[in-house]
């Protein structure tokens, strides 16, 4: 076949023609590629990367989709479509001559009798466009456009279908200067459309607009009002499609310009209620959609208000699974021994490891709050109303509940179990906002829903995992023989539940208590653990990776009470098992580290035993990775290593040093660690540093005597990331310069100059994580500590947010050494603190019970502050403080009057 291949250079565009030998081999090849048989497809998939090589292959391509009208219509777009893909790839490379013939066939083609050959024509010009061909093609929008006029529905909607995935696609081309006057034609064209008899016209040019609502479009902006005025007449079209994409411009427009629909909200809000029950659910989602937009506007409450009753039982009646879903899910299949298909298998990403929790804004985000059906893949109307009704609980609170419990009641007591699912689901969406007003239901609610963990139906059980895991914050707070102890039994039952789908929701829902529970946990180990490790037995591969989770966060919270030797015999050797079962390369070690990390950090010295092969695997899985990385950079034949094996290795091995302290010595001394360590903390990948920080200040708590001969290269290092650009890396950076500060002491004095600077930036920027400004204030007062006369002179530029970012943290032993520190560069350069000396004593209140040596501290520094200013400037001063604040200075060091009017101290405010 390739030996047939040619262009005919004597010949123009026009004239080309095929070679009759070459079209059969190439329909054949077609009709091949649709075989069943895997060895076929790739010996097809061969034969087509052999012929990208013959410049004319294109040119047979663009003639079976345009011009061979009695083919099958699969086969021509089948070969559309492997056309444009070659245009994704190549289309740079492709001859002058290839790529004007195939432009002039396909607008020769837009208007075939064929809808699939429109479309897939449609499809090859959109991506000859976005490959930056619409400045190359300047007949391209004008020749579409003037297909809109014609009389033939075809070449209308071919055209339309076009234009539809160039706005789709080409948005921001089209904006630029060198398009505007065009897009100015083609707005208000595409609006005089709305009025065109056919439904699918009217569709398209409504889609087409849409494209350049979100980005604000000025041009379309100049338009708004014709645009609304026909977007209005469309609102009761008897066509779906037009009505879907008339509410889809409403939540658009509503979340871009709702000064534009203020003075027809509240029309607009009765409409989309009747649409968001319209009997094409496809319709009825994006109608549902408006009520999570409009919740996040100032305007919400006072708009909705006067219609919550009538909307809440609309958005309840769509919390119903369909009878599609019910079939797509096969809910109550004992499907336990069945393996993930290898198409549901889910890509595992690790989260690098941040020093006091996710960091706000970045990392960690919660998945979708109705998780219960996820294998519903696609974003359906009964996740849309369940998170429209989360999101309108926290608008309107308790005021939800009188149009809402009525209707939560009938269905709870329904014998259909598909009515009781959907009321369970409800009770789910309000927990977060409705939870004062819940709480007096709830002693006869936990009991039903605990009862409910037992029904006969698998899609009730996981719902109701999911369910009582939104109020498990509530059942921590009560005697723990009332609620705790059976909700926990019943859980731990549907942990080891047959279908597939219970075991995923019981994981998670148990995972979510043991987070409340904590330390509560700790007297039902010894029933909890056996039960995760049975599931080890029955997990497939999906919930495997949320039993490890489970299994970390039990870790997390119950501590070193897991350090006992028969939780140990127990737990640890279906994990190691685990260990030794996946290889290197296999990203299912992602989530098996990440647990191993919380389960070393627990067991402290329990997991002695363990320790070396886990730590000498985690070394060669890190030096590995680093070693291909240089490799990569440095020209050789290899591909970029996947660096996540990296950081979730740094991560496990934190996890060891944090976990055996001291009794890692003997670990890091007989290996290259910290000389892997300095490559990483300098890798290009922000994760890589993140996690090499953290392991930086692990070590230097736990053996400093070999972090100490790399502090002059190390400290530079953590200067130069110290940059808010990467939160969490830079979060990182500052804990192990408060680490390494407390270590050397004194000897920390020629490297202030290095990191304060920065510090002391971060620390006075307002949109900075709360978490960051914590560990910075923390480093700040180590470095105080340290080297006071230093830090002192200072003092003023970082006094009043040091002391706003530390008056919330609880008492523990970094904030006791960063006040240590602040009252020892005040004691430095006392004058510097006197304009803010009112948030001083504010973070000094913030204590609950300071050591006695620092509670003395403080005395003397208030003291003193007393004695300089006098006590006629004292007594102005503190008569500024809020009463609370008063009380508490005066309880705890006797320097104040008591305010008369002040009300009983409040240990939690400042």
């Known amino acids: 076949l390739a030996r047939e291949f040619f262009f005919c250079h004597s010949m123009t565009n026009l004239d080309w023609q095929p070679d009759a030998n070459g079209v059969e081999q190439i329909l054949q090849l077609l009709k091949d590629s649709q075989s069943p048989d895997t060895t076929v497809q790739?010996?097809?998939?061969?034969?087509?990367?052999?012929?990208?090589?013959?410049?004319?292959?294109?040119?047979?391509?663009?003639?079976?989709?345009?011009?061979?009208?009695?083919?099958?219509?699969?086969?021509?777009?089948?070969?559309?479509?492997?056309?444009?893909?070659?245009?994704?790839?190549?289309?740079?490379?492709?001859?002058?001559?290839?790529?004007?013939?195939?432009?002039?066939?396909?607008?020769?083609?837009?208007?075939?009798?064929?809808?699939?050959?429109?479309?897939?024509?449609?499809?090859?010009?959109?991506?000859?466009?976005?490959?930056?061909?619409?400045?190359?093609?300047?007949?391209?929008?004008?020749?579409?456009?003037?297909?809109?006029?014609?009389?033939?529905?075809?070449?209308?909607?071919?055209?339309?279908?076009?234009?539809?995935?160039?706005?789709?696609?080409?948005?921001?081309?089209?904006?630029?200067?060198?398009?505007?006057?065009?897009?100015?034609?083609?707005?208000?064209?595409?609006?005089?459309?709305?009025?065109?008899?056919?439904?699918?016209?009217?569709?398209?040019?409504?889609?087409?607009?849409?494209?350049?609502?979100?980005?604000q479009s000025d041009i379309l902006m100049n338009y708004m009002e014709d645009f609304l005025t026909n977007l209005f007449q469309l609102a009761t079209d008897t066509h779906s499609d037009v009505r879907k994409n008339v509410c889809r411009a409403l939540v658009m427009l509503l979340e871009v310009k709702l000064d534009k629909l203020m003075p027809h909200l509240n029309q607009i809000v009765?409409?989309?209620?009747?649409?968001?029950?319209?009997?094409?659910?496809?319709?009825?989602?994006?109608?549902?959609?408006?009520?999570?937009?409009?919740?996040?506007?100032?305007?919400?409450?006072?708009?909705?208000?006067?219609?919550?009753?009538?909307?809440?039982?609309?958005?309840?009646?769509?919390?119903?699974?369909?009878?599609?879903?019910v079939i797509l899910l096969k809910g109550d299949l004992d499907d336990e021994a069945e393996p993930d298909l290898e198409k549901d298998i889910r890509p595992r990403f690790h989260h690098a490891k941040t020093h006091g929790g996710s960091i706000d804004g970045e990392g960690d985000v919660s998945g979708d709050e109705d998780e219960d059906d996820e294998d519903l893949s696609n974003w359906n109307l009964r996740k849309c109303s369940a998170a429209a009704l989360d999101v309108l609980s926290n608008v309107f609170h308790e005021d939800l509940l009188p149009p809402l419990l009525p209707l939560l009641k009938d269905k709870l007591v329904q014998a259909e179990w598909e009515e009781q699912e959907a009321g369970i689901l409800v009770l789910g969406a309000i927990a977060e906002g409705c939870m004062s007003g819940m709480v007096p239901h709830l002693p006869e609610l936990i009991p039903f829903l605990i009862k409910a963990l037992g029904a006969k139906k698998a899609l009730v059980r996981s719902i109701t995992c999911w369910t009582l895991s939104r109020y498990a914050h509530w059942v921590i707070t009560q005697p723990h023989e009332m609620y705790l102890q059976p909700m926990m039994?019943?859980?731990?039952?549907?942990?080891?539940?047959?279908?597939?789908?219970?075991?995923?929701?019981?994981?998670?829902?148990?995972?979510?208590?043991?987070?409340?529970?904590?330390?509560?946990?700790?007297?039902?180990?010894?029933?909890?653990?056996?039960?995760?490790?049975?599931?080890?037995?029955k997990y497939q591969h999906n919930n495997l990776m949320l039993l490890y989770d489970a299994i970390g966060t039990l870790a997390d919270g119950v501590g070193n009470h897991l350090n006992k030797p028969d939780y140990i015999e127990l737990l640890m050797p279906p994990?190691?098992?685990?260990?030794?079962?996946?290889?290197?390369?296999?990203?299912?070690?992602?989530?098996?580290?990440?647990?191993?990390?919380?389960?070393?950090?627990?067991?402290?010295?329990?997991?002695?035993?363990?320790?070396?092969?886990?730590?000498?695997?985690?070394?060669?899985?890190?030096?590995?990775?680093?070693?291909?990385?240089?490799?990569?950079?440095?020209?050789?034949?290899?591909?970029?290593?996947d660096k996540d094996f990296t950081v979730v290795a740094i991560d496990l091995m934190s996890g060891i040093v944090e976990g055996l302290g001291p009794n890692v010595e003997s670990l890091v001394v007989q290996s290259n660690?910290?000389?892997?360590?300095?490559?990483?903390?300098?890798?290009?990948?922000?994760?890589?540093?993140?996690?090499?920080?953290?392991?930086?200040?692990?070590?230097?708590?736990?053996?400093?005597?070999?972090?100490?001969?790399?502090?002059?290269?190390?400290?530079?290092?953590?200067?130069?990331?110290?940059?808010?650009e990467y939160i969490s890396v830079c979060n990182n950076a500052t804990w192990a310069i408060g680490e390494l500060s407390m270590q050397l002491g004194a000897q920390m004095q020629p490297?202030?100059?290095?990191v304060l600077p920065q510090l002391i930036t971060i620390i006075n920027t307002p949109t900075i994580p709360k978490t960051l400004l914590e560990n910075t204030a923390i480093t700040i007062g180590r470095l105080g500590f340290v080297c006071p006369v230093e830090v002192a002179p200072s003092i003023s530029y970082f006094i009043r947010p040091w002391c706003t970012s530390l008056r919330q943290i609880r008492d523990n032993e970094e904030k006791d050494s960063a006040?240590?520190?602040?009252?020892?560069?005040?004691?430095?350069?006392?004058?510097?603190?006197?304009?803010?000396?009112?948030?001083?004593?504010?973070?000094?209140?913030?204590?609950?019970?300071?050591?006695?040596?620092?509670k003395e501290m403080f005395y003397r520094i208030l003291v003193g502050f007393k004695s300089q200013v006098g006590e006629e400037n004292w007594r102005r001063f503190t008569d500024q403080f809020p009463p609370p604040l008063r009380e508490r200075l005066h309880t705890h060091y006797g320097i104040l009057e008591k305010s008369p009017s002040a009300p009983p101290a409040d240990p939690s405010t400042g």
Not at 690 to 704: E, N, P, V
Not at 751 to 754: G, N, S, T, V
Not at 821 to 836: E, K, S
Request: aromatic content about 10%; overall charge negative.
């Open 751 to 754: 490297y202030i100059h290095i």
């Open 489 to 537: 039994s019943e859980l731990l039952k549907c942990i080891l539940d047959a279908n597939k789908k219970v075991q995923k929701a019981a994981c998670s829902s148990f995972a979510t208590l043991e987070e409340e529970a904590r330390t509560e946990l700790v007297p039902y180990l010894n029933y909890i653990l056996p039960t995760l490790v049975l599931a080890f037995k």
């Open 42 to 215: 790739r010996a097809v998939q061969q034969r087509l990367e052999q012929l990208n090589h013959f410049p004319d292959f294109n040119n047979y391509l663009i003639y079976v989709l345009t011009k061979l009208k009695g083919e099958d219509e699969p086969t021509r777009s089948l070969s559309g479509l492997i056309l444009k893909n070659n245009v994704k790839a190549h289309y740079h490379q492709f001859p002058a001559e290839v790529t004007k013939f195939i432009k002039q066939e396909c607008l020769q083609c837009i208007g075939d009798k064929s809808a699939l050959i429109r479309a897939t024509v449609g499809i090859l010009i959109t991506t000859i466009a976005s490959r930056g061909e619409i400045y190359n093609w300047p007949e391209l929008l004008p020749t579409l456009c003037q297909m809109l006029d014609s009389p033939e529905f075809e070449v209308c909607e071919g055209a339309f279908g076009a234009l539809q995935k160039i706005c789709e696609d080409s948005t921001d081309i089209l904006e630029t200067d060198r398009m505007r006057s065009l897009l100015n034609e083609m707005i208000p064209k595409f609006i005089r459309f709305f009025n065109h008899e056919h439904p699918k016209i009217r569709s398209h040019a409504l889609q087409c607009i849409n494209q350049f609502i979100f980005c």
């Open 673 to 724: 660690l910290m000389s892997l360590l300095f490559v990483c903390m300098k890798d290009s990948l922000p994760e890589v540093r993140q996690s090499s920080f953290a392991l930086l200040g692990d070590l230097t708590k736990a053996t400093f005597n070999h972090v100490q001969p790399n502090i002059p290269d190390i400290m530079p290092i953590l200067g130069s990331n110290l940059q808010p």
């Open 819 to 854: 006040f240590r520190g602040i009252c020892a560069i005040i004691t430095a350069n006392p004058t510097g603190v006197l304009q803010d000396f009112i948030f001083f004593c504010d973070a000094v209140a913030s204590w609950y019970n300071p050591k006695p040596d620092l």
């Open 575 to 641: 994990l190691i098992e685990r260990w030794n079962s996946l290889t290197d390369d296999d990203r299912a070690l992602f989530p098996l580290l990440e647990c191993l990390s919380s389960v070393a950090t627990a067991l402290q010295s329990g997991f002695v035993p363990y320790a070396e092969p886990v730590f000498c695997r985690c070394l060669g899985l890190v030096q590995k990775t680093m070693q291909m990385s240089i490799a990569a950079q440095q020209g050789n034949d290899v591909e970029q290593p």
């Open 270 to 325: 009765k409409y989309m209620m009747e649409r968001t029950k319209d009997p094409d659910e496809s319709v009825a989602l994006e109608a549902c959609e408006f009520w999570l937009t409009l919740a996040e506007q100032a305007v919400c409450s006072e708009v909705l208000h006067p219609y919550i009753t009538e909307l809440v039982p609309i958005l309840v009646k769509g919390m119903r699974y369909s009878e599609v879903d």
